[in-house]
């Protein structure tokens, strides 16, 4: 992930003092820690893990009403 600069196509792994860029001190940047909420988002596994502990109750729920 890098720095890039929508007016002058500026790509580098630091901006400017402000968050300019260093090139053409344009604030119409694109800084990539826009995006740090998907890096936090949960992984796959657990949205599996959470499926299968609920379908394990639901068995064991219609176990018990076979029964
Ligand atoms: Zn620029």
């Given at each position: ?14 901006s400017g ?15 990539p820690?826009v ?31 076979i029964?």
């Open positions: 992930m890098a720095f890039y600069c929508n007016d002058c196509s500026y790509r580098g792994k630091t003092h402000g968050g300019q860029c260093p090139a053409c001190g344009s604030f119409n940047v694109s800084v820690r995006n740090s909420d998907e890096q936090k988002a949960p992984p796959r596994w657990h949205k599996i893990a959470l499926v299968s502990s609920w379908s394990l109750l639901l068995v064991m729920i219609l176990w018990k009403l029964r």
